[in-house]
């Protein structure tokens, strides 16, 4: 009965979906689906660390404990905001830069492969209506009574 569910099938198939993009991330470049959220979450530019939070949907504190591990490995800055002393920004490295550019094309083919003898859509019109459906729920709001 759950299976028929829209609501279970979607988080069926998202949970799917990042399990093989952590799969991938991990054989080709040992670092997981998590961290490579992280980053790319700062592509657009610098982030305090509450904002990445946000962004990421986790705590300030989980933010703040796994910020020196990308930047012991010179993938992220933390660096103070010029206009809040005590606030710290996040912001990619060159070389995170870089990474992320090279995990999202690599992804991006891997998922383009997975999808390749899935004869029954047309892969394009499929990223489309995925962008459809994404917007849709991006305008509406998320809760209502």
């Known amino acids: ?4 569910k829209i609501t279970f099938t979607l988080n069926r ?11 991938i991330l991990r054989a080709r470049y040992d670092m997981t689906f998590s ?13 305090s660390m509450t904002g990445l939070g946000a962004s990421l949907d986790v705590t300030t504190a ?9 930047e012991e490995r ?6 103070s905001d010029p206009r809040h002393g005590r606030k710290q920004l996040l912001s990619l490295t060159s070389k995170g830069q870089r990474l992320v ?4 094309e690599a992804l991006d083919q891997a998922f383009i492969e997975r999808f390749s003898d899935f ?4 892969l394009a019109v499929f990223h489309a209506d995925l962008n459809r459906v994404l917007e ?3 305008t509406i709001p998320k809760v209502t009574t």
């Open 74 to 79: 010179n993938l992220i800055r933390i660096h």
């Open 119 to 122: 004869e029954s859509s047309d």
């Open 1 to 4: 009965m759950e299976e028929a």
């Open 62 to 70: 989980a933010v703040s404990k796994r910020a020196p591990w990308f």
């Open 35 to 47: 961290q490579f959220l992280f980053l790319v979450a700062l592509r657009p530019g610098p982030l």
């Open 101 to 104: 550019e090279e995990t999202a």
């Open 13 to 23: 198939l998202v949970s799917v979906l990042n399990s093989h993009a952590d799969a």
């Open 136 to 138: 849709h729920l991006m």
